[in-house]
């Protein structure tokens, strides 16, 4: 089975501060690994994915995440908060093998305040 | 390139009333289809999601169905919707490979009134 759990279900930093969103995994296999995010009344969009290349994946918006397996990790960063970054943003796995299903966690809202 | 349309965009149904939605992607061929609901502070849950035509696997028992009747269309349907039907309906398609990540369409948000 595989699950996502996103630590914090609303953060909130300032602008031009480091943004972490937490995310842990749980797979049987290895996973792939994505983060999305969500503005209000819209789709998602793919910030960035893991699928066992680097461990460092580095997305759009200045956006990357450390794929961690011995803490089955795969938090999100940004160095610099922009408030065109406040959204809601998912993680989500797609475990290996036959396995087409992609879960995700319950979300994480980042506020960027003035 | 591919795109993916669903519609409506919002929907206000009564209670008892059927639903459909539908989704169809265009660019690709043979594409994974999913069916996510979005409740507040829920996260997005998986309710379908098929790997060919006639092909459905649901994840959460409920008043909800899917069917695939081409290969690049996906559609959820309800005989009767139940107030707890309420939420916003996201389909998305990924490519074969089970490291391509999944493309969403803008969702539906539906009201059970």
């Known amino acids: 089975a595989q699950s996502v759990t996103q630590l914090g279900s609303h953060v909130s930093v300032s602008e031009g501060a480091l943004v972490l969103l937490r995310c842990n995994y749980s797979?049987?296999?290895?996973?792939?690994l994505f983060w999305y995010v969500q503005y209000p009344n819209q789709g998602l969009q793919l910030l960035l994915k893991y699928t066992s290349a680097a461990t460092l994946v580095k997305g759009i918006n200045g956006f990357e995440a450390e794929f961690k397996k011995s803490e089955t990790s795969f938090h999100l960063t940004k160095p610099s908060a922009h408030m065109s970054d406040a959204a809601e943003y998912f993680c989500?796995?797609?475990?290996?093998?036959?396995?087409?299903?992609?879960?995700f966690g319950k979300g994480t809202l980042l506020t960027v305040n003035p | 390139s591919q795109t993916i349309h669903q519609w409506p965009a919002t929907l206000v149904q009564p209670v008892g009333s059927p639903l459909s939605l539908e989704c169809t992607v265009e660019?690709?061929?043979?594409?994974?289809l999913y069916w996510y609901r979005q409740a507040a502070g829920r996260g997005l849950q998986l309710l379908f999601y098929s790997v060919g035509i006639g092909q459905i696997s649901s994840e959460v028992p409920q008043n909800l169905s899917a069917s695939r009747p081409q290969d690049r269309q996906f559609i959820l349907s309800s005989k009767k919707l139940l107030l707890s039907d309420s939420g916003f309906y996201l389909c998305?398609?990924?490519?074969?490979?089970?490291?391509?990540?999944?493309?969403f369409g803008q969702g539906t948000r539906l009201t059970v009134v």
């Open positions: 998305a398609w990924s490519g074969p490979p089970l490291g391509t990540e999944a493309f």
């Open positions: 989500a796995v797609r475990s290996g093998g036959s396995n087409y299903k992609l879960t």
């Open positions: 660019g690709t061929s043979n594409p994974n």
């Open positions: 797979s049987s296999v290895p996973p792939y």
